[in-house]
Structure formats: C-alpha cells, structure tokens
T-cell receptor
Framework: KAGVTQTPRYLIKTRGQQVTLSCSPI?????VSWYQQTPGQGLQFLFE???????NKGNFPGRFSGRQFSNSRSEMNVSTLELGDSALYLC??????????????FGPGTRLTVL | AQSVTQLGSHVSVSEGALVLLRCNYS??????LFWYVQYPNQGLQLLLK??????LVKGINGFEAEFKKSETSFHLTKPSAHMSDAAEYFC????????????FGTGTRLTIIP
C-alpha cells in the first residue's frame, strides 16, 4: 500500500507570494491533518479535514487555509507569505482521526523556504 | 489544555547502552500518548502508542514505554542502543474526546556513540 505522498518536496518563494501544497493520503484514509515544523516552534497543528470538512483547527492566522477533496486528497494554501512561514509542512493521514487512536501516517513533508 | 514536556533536547548514549528518553504529560482527561521518530529529511514514524489498555507498551525496533499515571510520565526505553537509532524522537498527546490534533513535545535528538 502506498504511503502518504506530498508534493512538491521543496519550494522556494518570496515574501508576499502565495503557495499551495498537496497531500495524497493512504488509500482508504478519510482524515488528513497538517502540521508545521520549525526549529523554533517545533511541530504545530494547523488543521484537520475529515470527509471534506474541516474538523479541527490550530492557532494559525487566516493566511493558512486548506481543503479536502472527495477522494480525500488535501491541499493547504498560504497567502501573503512571510519569512517566518519557512518550515517543513507535514501531512498525516489516518482512518478516522486521532480521537479514535488510529495511527497517523506522516508524509515526507514539503520544505518551504521564503526569501 | 494538554501538553507534553520532553526533558533533554539532546541525549547521547554508547552503542549497546540503555536508551531512556523522558516525556511527561499534562492532561485534564485520560490521554492517548504517542512516541514518534523522525530520521533526517523524512516524516514522522510511529514507534508506539498508549490508549488506556496495557500500561507497558511495546513498539517497533525494540522500543517500549510505560504509562505511569502517578508520575504523569510516558518515558521511552530501549535496552540496547544501535547506531540506526540515531534520530529525533517526539512524544505527543491527544485526548480521546473528539479532539483531532496531536500536541507534540519539543523533541529529543538521540546520538549514538560507537
């Protein structure tokens, strides 16, 4: 069974631009979560989608948004990029979500650099 | 609010020695607890999880962790370290009442000395 895939793996953008990251979950998984990983803040939860609905959201500004499609694939968008948005963005999928203690499977991440 | 504290951002052990990575949690409700490992330039891989069944949890690669409610701890151990264990380890907590996010600790970088 294929794992979680994220595209692209690396991105370089400049301040003020916007970016869209993509995540394809494991087949059959309906929950997709996004996390931001930085050296200073560590791993922080962005949001979680389940059956095309945002079910939970972290403490990030509205510039960070996401969506999920009917095939469970998910995208996240960051508008008006800031230098501080440089990070590794990780996507994780699970059958039904963390609350049921299903294992979250993580993708390799997208490394975003904002210049 | 839930949180986890990992004591020691860097831990070094000799090959063959005991690995002990510390994690303490704070949760107002019975938690689910997880340990993840991250190798360079890779995502996170689940080592083990506690979901209120057995307090001693065995995971992959010879790791195990014991849930101690009285100490609010969930320390990760491995009897004998291998060079391949060098990585960053994260403890994470989630409640089991519909909150769909993991709250991670700050991570512990494990170095194995040959």
């Amino acid at each position: 069974k294929a794992g979680v895939t994220q595209t692209p793996r690396y991105l370089i953008k400049t301040r003020g631009q916007q970016v869209t990251l993509s995540c394809s979950p494991i087949s059959g998984h309906r929950s997709v979560s996004w996390y931001q990983q930085t050296p200073g803040q560590g791993l922080q939860f962005l949001f979680e989608y389940f059956s095309e609905t945002q079910r939970n959201k972290g403490n990030f500004p509205g510039r960070f948004s996401g969506r999920q499609f009917s095939n469970s694939r998910s995208e996240m968008n960051v508008s008006t990029l800031e230098l501080g948005d440089s990070a590794l963005y990780l996507c994780a999928s699970s059958l039904d979500g963390v609350a049921s203690a299903n294992e979250q499977f993580f993708g390799p991440g997208t490394r975003l650099t904002v210049l | 609010a839930q949180s986890v504290t990992q004591l020691g951002s860097h831990v070094s052990v000799s090959e063959g020695a005991l690995v002990l990575l510390r994690c303490n949690y704070s949760s107002s409700v019975p938690p689910y607890l997880f340990w993840y490992v991250q190798y360079p330039n890779q995502g996170l891989q689940l080592l083990l999880k506690y979901t209120s069944a057995a307090t001693l949890v065995k995971g992959i690669n010879g790791f195990e962790a014991e849930f101690k409610k009285s100490e609010t701890s969930f320390h990760l151990t491995k009897p004998s370290a291998h060079m391949s264990d060098a990585a960053e380890y994260f403890c994470a907590v989630s409640d089991n009442f519909g909150n769909e996010k993991l709250t991670f600790g700050t991570g512990t970088r494990l170095t194995i000395i040959p």
